[in-house]
């Protein structure tokens, strides 16, 4: 299947596992159910780290594979590193720089169909991290509050079995208001009548990674694009894709009928300066002096513009390298929140974020990952890091599995800390560093609803990791102590 996330040029080489996101996301994504509605509080606290990996999150607070923040203000608490990582998220922000022209016409498609009582399709493709599922989502929201009579049914494709399965899952959905299940031959029928009832609202069907309902003879496809055509539909249709020629596999059948031809927008990869204007105007949320210097998120965007002009890279890389100079800072003082602090000279960032660590950074994810343990690089592998990757890696070696729940590394990690006398994380915050973990490919994870029952997995050998996690003094002790 033609996809473009897996194109990618030299330069900045991500490893190959974590560009084809194809499996992983297949295999991270149990829910269909992704209700644009609901939204989370954010976390506050510097403790709860934004939800799971710097990467695409899929979880009961999800939407579309894209977590939602509700509108908030700039964070206030934690210390300026943990603040700065908090606006770098890779979740919905309130602000998208860069796309308003695409936000517009997909605000104009919408309010046109919605309020006009028209049918329709619009399908947006783009690379990944381009932002299509992240302005969509932002406008559904806007539009709720804006317009009524209108239903949104988002399903994420990635989350199906097969292609055919995305039919019981819409109509799981619009069964939930009243009605029973539709069963077998009768659901196409029911769908299609209740699109086309003569009461009730515009159905707004969102489905993204729609690339996935790819299927023998289009059969699926065709369908979905035909719907809003059927005489009295109530449906607006909005497919998101990475490929760009998506529509055009089924343009043949649908170009008899050109009105079914859906309306397409795509979403170009982010230039250099679009990436540097997202990291800054995330950044000035946080008040005080920056903690990356302009060099930096020049160079980031630079890089990562080269290469795939993913925002989502960008904003992981400025992420991890904030975190190296952090973990510099703590091991030579004691970061106070900035909330604690009093005089105008505490406010100072200790030690700014510069292009070295961006190069760090992006070497790291380079294929010398394994480079992160030696001599000189203790302070980019923080210690917390390490001592989870033990234990899971005493945990599967004690369980003889391959796979342990997050809940039972978390109870194994505990352990270890406790005899070790180290200050053990709390558990939202270990999901956060198997996440980053995750994003140094150290180790998999499968994601569940239910974050405990999240599956992780050493991605490494035993022995490279053995090796990369050597720190004579704890590390050693742990491995030779064993789980306590
Ligand atoms: P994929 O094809 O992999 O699903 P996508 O195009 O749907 O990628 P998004 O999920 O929309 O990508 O974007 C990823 C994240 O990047 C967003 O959740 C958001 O945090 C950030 N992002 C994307 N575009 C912008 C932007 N213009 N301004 C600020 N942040 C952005
Ligand atoms: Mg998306």
Not at 382 to 406: A, D, G, N
Request: with cysteine; proline share 5%.
């Amino acid at each position: 299947m033609p996809r473009t996330r897996s194109q990618s040029q030299a330069t900045i080489n991500f490893p190959k596992k974590k560009l084809s996101r194809t499996l992983d996301k297949a295999k991270n994504c149990h829910n269909t159910k992704l209700e644009p509605t609901h939204v989370q509080a954010i976390p506050r606290s510097p403790k709860k780290i934004l939800p799971l990996s710097p990467r695409k999150r899929l979880g009961a607070d999800n939407l579309c594979n894209t977590p939602h923040l509700p509108s908030c203000s700039p964070p206030k608490q934690g210390t300026c590193y943990q603040q700065a990582k908090l606006v770098l998220h890779t979740a919905v922000p309130d602000l998208l720089p860069a796309r308003e022209k695409e936000m517009d016409v997909i605000r104009n498609f919408l309010r046109e169909h919605i309020c006009g009582k028209k049918a329709g399709s619009l399908y947006l493709s783009g690379a990944p991290g381009t932002g299509k599922t992240a302005c969509l989502s932002r406008i559904l929201r806007d539009l709720k509050k804006e317009l009524k009579g209108f239903k949104t049914i988002m399903l994420n494709c990635m989350s199906l079995k097969t292609a055919q399965a995305v039919f019981p899952a819409i109509a799981q959905e619009i069964c939930q208001e009243g009605g029973s299940k539709p069963a077998g031959k009768d659901m196409m029928r029911k769908l299609e009548k209740h699109m086309t009832a003569e009461k009730g609202p515009m159905v707004v069907l969102v489905l993204d990674e729609m690339d996935q309902l790819d299927s023998k003879g289009q059969d699926v496809l065709y369908t979905l694009f035909e719907w809003p055509w059927l005489s009295n539909s109530r449906l607006v249709l909005i497919g998101i894709a990475n490929t760009l020629d998506l529509t055009d596999r089924i343009l043949p059948r649908l170009q008899a009928r050109e009105k079914c031809k859906p309306q397409l927008l795509n979403f170009p990869p982010y230039t250099r300066n679009q990436i540097a204007t997202i990291l800054q105007d995330r950044l000035n949320q946080v008040s005080g002096d920056q903690v990356l210097d302009n060099a930096a998120i020049q160079f980031c965007a630079r890089k990562v513009s080269a290469v795939s002009g993913d925002v989502r890279k960008a904003l992981d890389v400025c992420r991890r390298a904030i975190e190296i100079v952090e973990s510099d800072v703590k091991s030579q003082t004691i970061l106070k929140p900035l909330s604690e602090r009093k005089s105008s000279s505490e406010a100072l960032v200790p030690k700014r974020v510069g292009l070295t660590h961006i190069s760090q950074v992006i070497s790291e994810v380079d294929g010398n990952r394994m480079t992160l343990g030696q001599e000189g690089a203790q302070d980019s592998f923080p210690l917390q890091q390490k001592i989870l990757v033990c234990s899971l890696l005493l945990l599967t070696r004690q369980l003889k599995i391959k796979e342990v729940t997050l809940g039972k590394l978390y109870e194994a990690y505990s352990n270890v800390c406790r005899k070790q006398q180290v200050a053990a994380v709390d558990q939202s915050e270990c999901l956060s560093l198997s996440g980053l973990l995750e994003a140094r490919g150290i180790l998999g994870l499968k994601k569940n609803k239910e974050t405990r029952f999240t599956k992780v997995f050493l991605k490494i050998e035993e022995k490279e990791i053995e090796h990369a996690l050597k720190d004579r003094a704890l590390i050693g002790n742990i491995l030779t102590t064993g789980l306590p």
